[in-house]
Nanobody, 113 residues
Framework: EVQLVESGGALVQPGGSLRLSCAAS????????MSWVRQAPGKGLEWVSS????????HYAASAKGRFTISRDNAKNTVYLQMNSLKPEDTAVYYC??????WGQGTQVTVSS
């Protein structure tokens, strides 16, 4: 059974930083692409970033590029999202997913002064 446990969300002021973590289990993690998506209040899911392990490449949505960094630790079956220069519009529940169809419970990020 695939399990994804996101953590690290918090209330942070604009301009602040957070690092989200996602601990994965139930599938072969190291070759799997991993992505972060988010859902803002009242809106649909928005893709944020993906990391393709087998070709060691990363991709970012325009809204995240230059501010967010995705990374992974295959020894810990964990993917991270470092978020800097946070803006109120980054407020959302953040989810990790290996295939855009399975995710965990999410972690809440609120950017507000």
């Amino acid at each position: 059974e695939v399990q994804l446990v996101e953590s690290g969300g918090a209330l942070v002021q604009p301009g602040g930083s957070l690092r989200l973590s996602c601990a994965a289990s139930g599938f072969i993690f190291s070759p799997s692409a991993m992505s972060w998506v988010r859902q803002a209040p009242g809106k649909g899911l928005e893709w944020v970033s993906s990391l393709y392990s087998y070709i060691n490449t990363t991709h970012y949505a325009a809204s995240a590029k230059g501010r967010f960094t995705i990374s992974r630790d295959n020894a810990k079956n964990t993917v991270y999202l470092q978020m800097n220069s946070l803006k109120p519009e980054d407020t959302a529940v953040y989810y990790c997913t290996p295939d855009m169809s399975r995710w965990g419970q999410g972690t809440q990020v609120t950017v507000s002064s």
